[in-house]
């Protein structure tokens, strides 16, 4: 029997390295598309214009996160849930109740904004004012797109989901400012690329609607909708704030930079925070197929198997984050002059950023061991208060630094909060985070004898 469950351990452990592999590979190519639109962004229109882009979308982002409802990512938990239930029309009621809401709120979101926009455009430039006008376009395209890849997901379908939203949005966006600023040689302002991203996002939308009939079992599709909204709502509140503090951590210096006024910084920390970002591919790609791993392992409260992945997966995204990380630091001022000579003064805040994402990647995917273990609640507050902490360490750092400024309240932040989850789930689930586990070979055995620690029911 030990033996058995020993087996089955590792192919556990094999199924996140061939799918992590295989979604890491997607996300490759999602990066060096979104690359390619920086770029080609960056040297057509300049870091001014740029910077307007990089403010507007910032805010969008975040909008659209908490449009979502936090149903992009409970989809996920409970639509697979009710499969395996054979609740049919619980999966096709909560799929429905979550697209009528998150649309419902975006369109209200998205008119508020605009009339405040046109009430009161403060002391905003046409150009911000009509690039804004143009992305509250985005935010209910946005909150769809993202809750119909949750669904794909959901059914089996890792590559449709991604595709749409990492590809698609990108890859029109590049195509059309190719031919606009290239081959057509027209000047593109801040609202015409936005308009590019909101047609960029409509692509990725149908395609994504496509998936989700193409993929729908057919119990699901003939079953009659039923409804528990408070379960949804109470499990649902907790992602929705933890999708919008992730959303504000990461962009919290281009919000504050662009609303102090000074948007060509906002555009130049953008950037280099995008780049910065490849870091954590490695980890987000074993994060495709890591969840539901958790889920299941937890469940059956098979601690050893979870220790072992979750150190393993710490330490694969460790080694590859810390590959790239180098690679950008060592060819940082080339690689930013690339997108023109303004930009080079963003190299230290980049190399600033990648020593915070190379730390965060010793830790391990600890959000996302949270959330899959019941604990999304304390995830959502220890999120929201480093979020917090960003946001007014970086009002004093970028008062005194600038964008470095805004580089190093990111970083810190980033690492604070690694550090707390670090300290819950070793607390809560007495599982060692990250790479921890390396120096404690035995602590997989003693974790499964434990006799405080217990599985938690589920919430569906």
């Not at 592999?21 to 639109?37: D, E, I, N």
């Not at 008119?111 to 009509?130: K, R, V």
């Amino acid at each position: 029997m030990e033996m058995h469950d020993r087996s089955a351990g590792h192919a556990r452990i094999r199924r996140v390295v061939i799918g992590g592999a295989a979604a890491f590979s997607v996300y490759v190519a999602s990066a060096g598309v979104t690359a390619c639109a920086q770029l080609l962004i960056a040297r057509i229109v300049g870091a001014h214009t740029y910077g307007v882009y990089a403010y507007v979308i910032a805010w969008i982002t975040i909008l659209a996160y908490f449009c979502a409802l936090g149903f992009d990512i409970a989809l996920l938990r409970f639509v697979s849930a009710y499969q395996t239930m054979g609740a049919s029309g619980l999966a096709r009621g909560v799929i429905q109740y979550a697209e009528r809401r998150s649309l419902g709120i975006s369109l209200l979101v998205a008119f508020i904004g605009a009339g405040i926009i046109e009430i009161w455009p403060g002391p905003f430039s046409t150009e911000l004012t009509n690039t804004f006008l143009v992305g509250f376009i985005l935010i209910p395209i946005l909150a769809l797109l993202w809750i119909r890849c949750s669904i794909v997901r959901a059914f089996g379908g890792v590559v449709p989901a991604l595709i749409p939203d990492r590809v698609m949005r990108d890859g029109i966006l590049v195509i059309i400012v190719v031919v606009s600023g290239l081959f057509l040689g027209s000047r593109i302002e801040a609202q015409g690329i936005m308009m590019a991203t909101v047609a960029g996002a409509v692509v990725g939308l149908v395609l994504a609607s496509q998936a989700v009939r193409r993929l729908c079992p057919d119990a699901i599709r003939a079953a009659e909708p039923q409804y528990e909204p408070v379960t949804w709502r109470q499990t649902a509140v907790p992602f929705m704030i933890i999708a919008g503090a992730e959303a504000l951590l990461n962009r919290a210096g281009v919000v504050l930079l662009g609303w102090f006024g000074d948007t060509r910084e906002a555009g130049i920390y953008s950037l280099v925070f995008n780049i910065a970002f490849l870091v954590a591919l490695p980890r987000t790609a074993i994060n495709t197929l890591f969840a539901p791993t958790i889920s299941s392992l937890f469940t059956r409260n098979d601690r050893a198997t979870l220790q072992a992945l979750v150190t393993k997966a710490a330490l694969w995204t460790l080694c590859t984050s810390v590959g790239i990380a180098l690679g950008l630091a060592i060819v940082a001022e080339p690689l930013l002059a690339w997108f023109g000579r303004d930009f080079v003064v963003g190299a230290p805040a980049l190399r600033i950023l990648l020593l915070g994402q190379v730390i965060a990647a010793a830790f391990g995917s600890l959000l996302l061991i949270m959330t899959m273990t019941e604990h999304e609640r304390g995830a959502a507050v220890l999120l929201t208060l480093s979020a917090v902490i960003n946001i007014l360490a970086s009002v004093a750092f970028i008062y005194w630094l600038g964008l470095t400024g805004a580089a190093i309240a990111s970083s810190a932040a980033l690492i604070i909060w690694h550090i707390a989850m670090a300290f819950f789930i070793f607390r809560h689930l007495r599982l060692l985070p990250g790479l921890l586990g390396l120096f404690v070979p035995n602590r997989q055995e003693k974790a499964t004898s434990r006799p405080d620690v217990r599985v938690k029911a589920s919430s569906v």
